[in-house]
């Protein structure tokens, strides 16, 4: 009993910083088609700009996100405007040309780092790092519980605009059918480029995140965005629920087979990379597609 | 002055030509409609003139403005607004949001209420969905939903892609009678439609497609009466 709300409670811990993870990841594939391979080094680069206002200012990393949050969106503009933008447009599956300039924007920005930072581990230890609390009766670090607020007023403001406002419902309608989205008058590429910008803040919204929970070097993030990868097959691309309920079933799994089989810790990522290949193998269209399976045999039986 | 003026134009789908020095004349406050054959390039007439495609060669004035090549939600600004071939909704949305979203553009936006009100007065049927996602319509309430999202984008000419297609003979009468009505509120209507005879019955004009140029043109009710015309449009639509 005691194990299964340990176990309960740690997936929805991990699970909020892994569908903040994904969101960023998502939105911007449906909107453009693309699959951001920059977004892991967009992560690395988020952590260790928490770490620099870290050390330099005595900024909290917590509240530099007032910071790191708008500077990033910036970056992903300027990374649309200047980088992206120049791919041909795709409205389909994703080209290689895409994969291949985006996995190149990974790579300066990890030289980049390793310019500005060298390839030594570095680590943010607060006064709270590691310090925890009890909640009902499950022991839970406080920058874990802390990381789960930031995720869950990020998916909440997200939502928020995705479902309210204008620029939100264009966001929608130009992953859902761009033609119809350009016929009714929205400036897609001004979206897009709106759309990159907010992709790159959910990215560095991880980053931030996963500075106060994990060491990092400029190679860090690649395990982070395996398990997007993960998420997003799971879940789709196109649903909000989705990838909530896939970073879930992630989350789930990894600690469940730590509490409860012999596998060490250690294997985490081996977890969620058997589970991308199982579901492309066995589910390729994810959840959604199960969903859609015991629909139908409910409402045919 | 004409209200859509067409000049030469030229378009390619990669190297394949499909439109050939296309040109023709839209008068404000009439209802024009192409006729063709299936692949003959009334669709990727229609998306040209949206601003789907760009023209190779030759010129597109719209109120007397060079319009060539001009991007989609530009021309949407203007007043020129295409409801393009199998409806296009946003299935993953309600019905209300599908048609808000109609009114993205500044000048729409502004009247949005009021356009709103004459939507639902022209097809009641919608109200009674709003909260419905588009995607579990019926055929026919899709293309309401369709022609409703055009007109809160408040155009002034309206071009429609078969827009009765695969509707039930009551439905496509309704369609029709809604295009009246538009026309009526002094909409301009493009109408590209397999319906030939219905569509040459409403239409003021009409012009003939064939493998990406215009062959005939005149008014609808004298090409209605056309030799060339019955025998290779109306045949098996009157029989
Ligand atoms: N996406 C495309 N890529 C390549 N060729 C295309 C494409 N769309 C249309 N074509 C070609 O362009 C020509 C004109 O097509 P278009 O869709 O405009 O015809 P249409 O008159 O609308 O036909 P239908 O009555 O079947 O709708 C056809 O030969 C068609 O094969
Ligand atoms: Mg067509």
Redesign the pocket.
Known sequence: MQELREVLLNTLLAAGLYATMSYGLAVIYGVMRIINLAHAGLMMLAAYVTFALYTRYEMDPFLSLVVVIPLFFLLGVLLHRFVVRRLPRTTGTPTMQSLLLLFGVWLVLQNLAYALWTGDTQSILTPYTLKSVTLLGVRVGVPNLLVFGVSALSLLALNFVLKRTYLGRAIRAVTQNRDAALLSGIDADRLSAITFGAGTAFAAIAGTSLSTLYAFTPDFGRSFLLKAFCIIVLGGMESFTGVAAGALVLAFLENALAAWTPIPTSFQDAISFTLLVLVLVAVPQGLPGIARKVARWRASS | MSLLEVRGIDVF??N?Q?IREVSFDVAGGEIVTVI??????????LKTLAGLMKPRKGTILFGGKDVTGLAPFDLVELGLVLIP?ARQLWPGMTVLENLELGAYGKRARRERAGTLETVFGMFPRLRERLRQNAGTLSGGEQQMCAIGRGLMARPKLLLLD?PALGLAPMLVREVFKSLRTIRDQGVTVVL?E?NVSHALAIADRAFV?ETGRVTLSGPARELARDRRVKDSYLGFASA
């Open positions: 789908y990669g394949v499909a063709g054959a299936n692949g003959a390039g009334k669709s990727t007439t071939e078969e590209v397999q497609l």
